[in-house]
């Protein structure tokens, strides 16, 4: 059933701001349809131009079989409307999401939303921070999450935001051989603090961005006994940009669950294509989280870039910055063109691995 609530919330969603997309826009007499190169937002002082394009996703690893898909981006200032829409298939489940930001409403308030949903065969190694590789697990789970936030800008660069947040965990029991934990959904609230000083919202080259968000999960609408709990997260990331248009990326990210019982389906993990790059996925999982993370960007030649990174995290039952884990890699990134959006394939390792990515966008 919790499966079925979240596509209709995806679909609903999606179909519901992009109306509201197109009516102000209309309203505004701006032009706007789903093509490529499309302008959104055209004032009388001056133009922004937002390209609309989808990209198609193709490839094959020994691991996950094929992979094809479609990318759909239309990204500009972090003030201007945004929107991602990704569609992945492969031989072991399929992934979706949708995001939208800065979908005006009124003078005063912007909504955004996400949308994801997953059916994927998901790696399990244990709880803690020193679990062997050699013990693994493979689970497959449906996987959503769905949050609508209203957005109010009180003063430059600084933004609050509020709004019901519902996620879902449900394990296909027959197809695991174990069970790592019982079915899962939480309806709960989130309120957020953001400052954004970035020239970009997506693949930023200079300026800040500090997110503070606490999300409250109360007893109702879960499975799980005495399942109240709050979740809270820190995001700060920094941007320097140098001569020949060379960027050095920081980023700093903490978080934490803390109430009666805390919940598997809301813990964090470390191992994935943006946190710890060179460690398997899923391979660190816990109730807390800290991750440094430091990446040199540099120019090659016109559209294609390079860049090194260092990653350095660890989970755990509560918040420390000891005994951490490193990753380390380098990549290249491929611009597309009359776009802030591009491709990127990457190589890290780290104490007991060694990983390749190819993800769109850079990782922070």
């Known amino acids: 059933m919790a499966v079925r609530f979240l596509k209709l919330l995806l679909i609903g969603t999606w179909g519901i701001l992009l109306f509201v997309t197109s009516a102000h ?9 789903g093509g490529t190169n499309n302008a959104l937002v055209d004032s009388a002082k001056q133009t922004i131009h937002i390209p609309a394009n989808v990209y198609p996703v193709l490839g094959y690893t020994s691991e996950i079989g094929l992979i094809y898909g479609a990318y759909n981006v239309m990204a500009s200032t972090p003030s201007a409307p945004s929107r991602e829409l990704f569609m992945m298939n492969t031989d072991i489940g399929y992934f979706t999401f949708m995001k939208m930001n800065q979908i005006p409403v009124y003078d005063w308030l912007t909504m955004e939303a996400f949308a994801a949903y997953s059916y994927w065969e998901e790696a399990f190694y244990g709880l803690g921070n020193h679990t062997p590789a050699s013990e693994i697990d493979k689970i497959f789970v449906h996987n959503g999450r769905w949050h609508l936030l209203g957005r ?77 709990l709050i979740k809270w997260e ?86 420390r910055v000891d005994k951490l884990h490193v990753g380390r890699g380098y990549g290249l990134f491929f611009k597309f063109p009359k776009s802030d959006a591009g491709f990127r394939f990457e190589t890290a390792s780290s104490d007991d691995s060694r990983e390749f990515f190819a993800m769109f966008n850079y990782a922070f």
Do not use: C
């Open 152 to 228: 109010h800008s009180f003063k430059k660069h600084h933004s609050i935001a509020a709004g019901p947040v519902y996620r879902f965990r449900e394990e296909n029991r027959a197809e695991n051989v174990i069970s790592v934990e019982r079915d899962e959904f939480d309806l709960g609230a989130t309120l957020q603090y953001r400052y954004d000083s970035r020239d970009r919202a997506i693949n930023a080259s200079t300026g800040n961005l500090h997110d503070a968000s606490v999300s409250y999960f109360p007893t109702s609408g879960s499975y799980r006994d005495n399942p109240e």
């Open 234 to 319: 820190l995001d700060a990331r920094r941007y320097f940009t140098f001569s020949h248009s060379q960027v050095l990326a920081t980023r700093v990210f903490l978080g934490q669950i803390t109430g009666n019982s805390p919940s598997f389906m809301h813990d964090f993990s470390v191992g994935n294509p943006t946190v710890m790059r060179g460690s398997l996925p899923n391979r660190y999982t816990g109730h807390a989280l800290s991750t440094f993370q430091v990446e040199y960007r540099f120019p090659i030649w016109r559209f294609i870039k390079g860049h090194v990174f260092l990653d350095a995290g660890r989970t755990s039952d509560e918040l």
């Open 25 to 33: 826009a209309a309203a505004e007499g701006d032009e706007y349809s």
